[in-house]
């Protein structure tokens, strides 16, 4: 068994936190990111706390080996606060071993103190690694699709 901590991550966790990102795009969609571009997304968070926050997992030696996203979503419907995951990233070689499943159950312990209704997160379909995991946790697949607009120029290959 693992010795990790999970936390929610630090400014100084950027660089790490923006490469798990590239990587994350790499594998998923062979969608190339720009380094700059994420670092400034990444800092983005760090900078204005209403965009969201990361959750960090650390090992022993206290190396960060995995992150996610939480971002916010208000919802009429509920009156209440969705948090959405995203950008999860593990590193190859702590893979089925547990350490989503540890992000996930802090995540949805730190939701319940915050009152928030529901936690989502979207996966590319063809991830079915991905989405066996989800499900195992209780989560189920809906019925929604992702349809986007894009407004600004892409400066990445994609």
């Known amino acids: 068994m693992l010795q990790l901590t999970i936390e929610q991550a630090q400014i100084e ?72 995951i995203q950008s999860v990233y593990v590193k190859p070689e702590y893979r089925r071993q547990g350490v989503f499943r ?12 915050q009152h928030v209704s529901l936690i989502r997160l979207y996966v590319v379909p063809h991830n079915n690694k991905a989405i066996a995991t989800y499900q195992k946790l209780g989560m189920q697949i809906q019925t929604y699709w992702v349809c986007e607009a894009i407004l600004t120029p892409q400066t990445e290959s994609g």
Request: charged share 25%; hydrophobic share 40%; glycine share 2%.
């Open 102 to 113: 540890e992000m996930y159950h802090h995540t949805t312990q730190l939701a319940k103190k």
């Open 13 to 84: 966790d950027i660089t790490t936190i923006a490469a798990f990102n590239r990587a994350m795009a790499w594998e998923t969609e062979q969608y190339e990111l720009s380094p700059e571009i994420l670092t400034q997304g990444v800092s983005a968070i760090f900078q204005d706390k209403e965009k969201g926050f990361y959750i960090v997992a650390k090992d022993k030696s206290q190396n960060i080996i995995a992150c996610l996203l939480i971002t916010y979503e208000w919802s009429d419907w509920r009156a209440s606060t969705i948090w959405w």
